[in-house]
């Protein structure tokens, strides 16, 4: 399936399937396998390979994703938004910096890599913007597991709309036996 390159972005191949989208939301670069053949004519990219044996095929798919992933990011970007639950737990930004208060007896900070944006909204939701699908996702991974959701009351870091499983709490002893 071909991708589609947008107006105002450049994709250059080099040697070795080496990549580089540029466009509005910045530049990425990505080594991709060396074995599958990159077209690039009339605004399109075309992903072949050589052969249908199993390793083939699936770089195949891994390839175009990867490519579509560095088109789209340069355009529109990615955006994970986290929610915070809990009685004090809050987050804010200082600078780049995001700095989470969880519970823990000091506070939970994180710096972002470069091109990787953190936005608070009243104080308890987090949304961590991007051009590179992968440093988006890693980052609001690390984020969540600074604090993942417990299963008895809510309590932590989600994804936002990611349902938690609720346990039942402890039962009470039913009955007078001693």
């Known amino acids: 399936m071909p991708i589609e ?3 105002g972005v450049t994709v250059r191949l080099e040697d070795d399937n080496l990549a580089t989208v540029t466009g509005p939301g910045g530049e990425l670069q990505q080594q991709l396998a060396p074995q599958m053949r990159i077209e690039i004519e009339d605004n399109t990219i075309t992903v072949s390979r050589p052969s249908d044996s ?3 095929r699936s770089l195949h798919g891994l390839t175009r994703s990867l490519l579509a992933n560095m088109v789209h990011g340069v355009t529109e970007g990615f955006e994970k938004r986290l929610e915070i639950q809990g009685v004090g737990y809050r987050a804010e930004t200082q600078g ?4 989470m208060r969880l519970g823990y007896s000091h506070p939970v900070v994180f710096d972002p890599p470069e ?7 009243e104080n308890t939701r987090v949304i961590v913007r991007g051009a590179d699908k992968q440093a988006v996702g890693q980052l609001a991974a690390e984020i969540r597991m600074s604090r ?3 299963p008895y009351k809510g309590k932590g870091v989600r994804y936002e ?6 346990k039942a709490g402890k039962a009470a002893k039913v009955g007078g036996e001693m």
Do not use: K
């Not at 709309?161 to 609720?166: A, L, Y």
């Open 96 to 99: 780049r910096r995001l700095i």
């Open 5 to 7: 390159i947008p107006a």
């Open 54 to 56: 199993r390793e083939h």
């Open 148 to 150: 993942p959701a417990e």
């Open 115 to 121: 091109g990787v944006e953190l936005v608070v909204e």
């Open 161 to 166: 709309g990611e349902h938690i499983r609720r």
